[in-house]
């Protein structure tokens, strides 16, 4: 079993930065392959960033390429989304998961959910 609860969220302005974070508890963190999804208001939750186990490879949906940036500390237990140049459309409660595979990018994927962290982006 493994609890994730994700941290960093908050508004901030088109064209800053910020960086949320996901702390993992269990024995297990460094095995599962890690990912960021978000869901905006009227929309479905969508896959962000991942990445695989144990943390070599990233993958991006292409909304966020070039913009964001996942990495891990499998040391920490953290996985973290730094968020550059954020735009209003990235508004959305963002959602740390893991997954037993070594990556996934489908939301149907995930094995485990953190309880999600509001990011509101003002133009």
């Known amino acids: 079993q493994v609890q994730l609860v994700e941290s960093g969220g908050g508004l901030v302005q088109a064209g800053g930065s910020l960086r949320l974070s996901c702390a993992a508890s269990?024995?297990?963190?460094?095995?599962?392959?890690m990912g960021w999804l978000r869901q905006a208001p009227g929309k479905e939750r969508e896959f962000v960033a991942a990445?695989?186990?144990?943390?070599?490879?990233?993958y991006y949906a292409d909304s966020v390429k070039g913009r964001f940036t996942i990495s891990r500390d499998n040391a920490k237990n953290t996985v973290y989304l730094q968020m550059n140049s954020p735009k209003p459309e990235d508004t959305a409660v963002y959602y740390c998961?893991?997954?037993?595979?070594?990556?996934?990018?489908?939301?149907?994927?995930?094995?485990?959910w953190g309880q999600g962290t509001q990011v509101t982006v003002s133009s």
């Open positions: 990445i695989s186990w144990p943390g070599g490879s990233t």
């Open positions: 269990g024995r297990t963190f460094s095995t599962y392959g």
């Open positions: 998961a893991c997954t037993r595979r070594l990556f996934t990018t489908t939301t149907y994927g995930y094995d485990y």
